[in-house]
C-alpha cells in the first residue's frame, strides 16, 4: 500500500515537469520581435517656449526597437503600446541637436522579462528655431476673371472680413511674408459674391510662399462680399452757341473724362439716353482757352462710378484774331437820353473778333454804337450799357464787354437824342 502510493506521488511529478516543460517550451517560448513605427514624445516643450524657441524638425520622427522576452509577453508590445521619450528641456538656442531617447513599455508588462537586443535610429535629430510673431499682415483682395459682359465690381462697398491677419512660426519663415491675397474668381458674375476665400501668403515680390506646418496664422480664410452692379457708359458731350465771332467750327473741345460710367437698376440704364449734354458754352465768352470744371447731373436712381464727380471740359478757339476800335462818344447814337446828359468819357475802346480775311477789311465805321437810355441806363451809378452791332453780312462778334460809358446831366443838352 505504501509503495503504490509513493509511486502515484512519483508519476504525478513526472506529469507536472512535463507539462511545466511542455508550457514553456512549446506554449509560451522565448522570442524576438521588431516593433517599428513608435512615436516619440518630446517632454520640456514648454521650456522651449518660454524662450522663445520651438522644435520645428524631428518632432515627427518614428523609431523601431528589437525586443527578446517571451511571446506571452511580446505580444503585448505594439506601436501604441510603447512610446518613445525624448527630453528638450536643455535646448537653449536654436540650432540642431541629436537627442537620447528612452523606451516606455505597457503596465501590463514586467521591464525585468522583456530586453532591448537593438533600436534604430540611436540617437533622434531634431531642429529648434526662434519663434516670431508678425500681429498685423494686410490682406489685399485680387480678382482672377471679368463679371459678365455690361457688369462691374462696386469697389467702393466690398467688404473682408478683416483687414490683416497675425502670423506665428520659425523667424526664418514669418521674415519672408510681406503680404497676404485672398483671390475671387469674378468670372461672368452678374450678383452679389459672398464667400470664403483662403489666404495666401505673399513675399516682398508677390511670390506665393510655401511655408511648414510650423507657421500658423490667426485666420486661414476670409469672408469676402463684393456688390456687383450692372452699368451703362455714356458719352459726355457739351452745346456751344455761337457768339463773339465764334463758332463750333473755331472750337476745340475737349472733355475728360469723355465717357461716364453709370449704375442703376436694368429700367433705369434702358430708359437713359447714351449721350448727356453736361454743360451750354457761349463762345462769345471764351477768349484763348477756357477750362470749365462740372459736375453732371444725373436721373434719380442712377450713381457715377466714376473716381472723381467732376468733369473737366476744355475750350480753344483757333483761326480768330481780334481788332481794338477806338470810338469817340461823338459816334454813340443816343436813344431816349435824358434832357441835359453828356458823355464824361471822350472814347470807347470795343474789341471785335473775327477770321483774319474778314478783320482785315473791317472798319471803325461799321460798328454801330448805341446808348439806349430806356433800358441800359443806371441812375445811381450815373453809367450806361452800350450796344455794338455789326452789319449783318460781316461774319464777326464783338467780346470783352460789356461796355458802358459815364454819363452826366446838366440843363444843356449834351448831343442829339434819336427815339
Not at 322 to 331: D, G, L, M, R, S
Amino acid at each position: 500500500m505504501q509503495k503504490s502510493k509513493i509511486l502515484a506521488f512519483l508519476l504525478a511529478l513526472v506529469v507536472s515537469i512535463v507539462l511545466w516543460f511542455y508550457a514553456v517550451t512549446v506554449v509560451n517560448p522565448d522570442d524576438t520581435i521588431t516593433i517599428s513605427g513608435i512615436s516619440v514624445q518630446f517632454e520640456g516643450t514648454e521650456a522651449l517656449t518660454s524662450q522663445g524657441l520651438m522644435l520645428t524638425g524631428g518632432d515627427s520622427t518614428k523609431v523601431s526597437i528589437k525586443v527578446s522576452g517571451r511571446r506571452s509577453d511580446l505580444k503585448e508590445l505594439n506601436n501604441e503600446t510603447v512610446t518613445a521619450i525624448a527630453d528638450v528641456t536643455r535646448i537653449a538656442a536654436s540650432g540642431s541637436y541629436q537627442l537620447s531617447w528612452s523606451v516606455v513599455w505597457p503596465s501590463t508588462v514586467a521591464t525585468g522579462d522583456i530586453s532591448e537586443t537593438s533600436r534604430a535610429p540611436s540617437r533622434i535629430s531634431v531642429t529648434v528655431s526662434n519663434i516670431k510673431e508678425n500681429p498685423e499682415v494686410p490682406i489685399e483682395l485680387e480678382y482672377t476673371g471679368e463679371p459678365k459682359t455690361g457688369y462691374m465690381i462696386d469697389k467702393s462697398n466690398l467688404t473682408l472680413g478683416t483687414q490683416s491677419i497675425s502670423v506665428r512660426g520659425p523667424a526664418e519663415e514669418v521674415n519672408k511674408i510681406a503680404r497676404a491675397v485672398v483671390r475671387v474668381d469674378v468670372t461672368d458674375a452678374d450678383a452679389l459674391i459672398d464667400t470664403d476665400c483662403p489666404v495666401v501668403l505673399l513675399d516682398k515680390d508677390g511670390n506665393e510662399l510655401s511655408l511648414s506646418q510650423y507657421v500658423t496664422s490667426s485666420a486661414d480664410s476670409v469672408r469676402v462680399t463684393i456688390p456687383i452692379l450692372q452699368y451703362k457708359d455714356i458719352k459726355l458731350n457739351a452745346t456751344l452757341i455761337s457768339g463773339g465771332g465764334a463758332t463750333s467750327e473755331d472750337a476745340e473741345v475737349t472733355i475728360e473724362p469723355s465717357t461716364l460710367r453709370v449704375t442703376g437698376n436694368t429700367a433705369v440704364l434702358d430708359a437713359m439716353a447714351d449721350e448727356l449734354t453736361i454743360r451750354t458754352i457761349d463762345l462769345a465768352q471764351i477768349t484763348g482757352t477756357e477750362t470749365f470744371e462740372v459736375t453732371p447731373e444725373l436721373p434719380s436712381g442712377v450713381t457715377s462710378r466714376a473716381d472723381s464727380q467732376t468733369v473737366k471740359i476744355t475750350v480753344t478757339l483757333k483761326g480768330l484774331v481780334t481788332k481794338e476800335f477806338t470810338v469817340p462818344t461823338a459816334n454813340i447814337l443816343r436813344k431816349e437820353a435824358p434832357a441835359g446828359m453828356t458823355f464824361a468819357d471822350q472814347n470807347v475802346k470795343i474789341t471785335v473778333r473775327g477770321r483774319a480775311s474778314v478783320m482785315s477789311t473791317l472798319r471803325m465805321e461799321d460798328l454801330t454804337v448805341t446808348a439806349d437810355f430806356s433800358r441800359h441806363y443806371d441812375a445811381a451809378a450815373k453809367q450806361v450799357e452800350l450796344e455794338v452791332a455789326l452789319p449783318a453780312n460781316v461774319s464777326a462778334g464783338v467780346i470783352g464787354g460789356p461796355y458802358t460809358v459815364q454819363v452826366s446831366l446838366s440843363e444843356t443838352d449834351g448831343g442829339n437824342t434819336e427815339s
